[in-house]
């Protein structure tokens, strides 16, 4: 397993941006794939965005195609995710999560194949 930090979030107006970073220790974690999940309150946890362990396939909720971007450095052990055009829907706890398999070409998206999980960060955009 990877341990993973999450930082980033905050207060923003509807339409600001921010940037969540996910700052990883461990070995295997160049080896696997990472994905960003969110949480509001009384709603199931729900996948944002993922990336497989080269950077070279992503995928992304429907909801936030277009305005949210995914993307690692792996000579940093970090993985970011850049939130443009935020809206108020976009308000929950964000928690990124590495891969329990690792060098899988398509990043999974069920919250079941991942099985390092960080302690999340908030954001919260105002209407």
């Known amino acids: 397993q990877v341990q993973l930090v999450e930082s980033g979030g905050g207060l923003v107006q509807a339409g600001g941006s921010l940037r969540l970073s996910c700052a990883a220790s461990?070995?295997?974690?160049?080896?696997?794939?990472v994905a960003w999940f969110r949480q509001a309150p009384g709603k199931e946890r729900e996948f944002v965005a993922a990336?497989?362990?080269?950077?070279?396939?992503?995928y992304y909720a429907d909801s936030v195609k277009g305005r949210f971007t995914i993307s690692r450095d792996n000579a940093k052990n970090a993985v970011y995710l850049q939130m443009n055009t935020l809206k108020p829907e976009d308000t929950a706890v964000y928690y990124c999560?590495?891969?329990?398999?690792?060098?899988?070409?398509?990043?999974?998206?069920?919250?079941?194949?991942?099985?390092?999980w960080g302690q999340g960060t908030q954001v919260t955009v105002s209407s």
């Open positions: 999560a590495a891969d329990q398999t690792s060098l899988r070409m398509l990043p999974p998206r069920v919250t079941s194949e991942f099985d390092s």
């Open positions: 461990g070995r295997t974690f160049n080896s696997k794939a």
């Open positions: 990336i497989n362990w080269s950077g070279g396939i992503t």
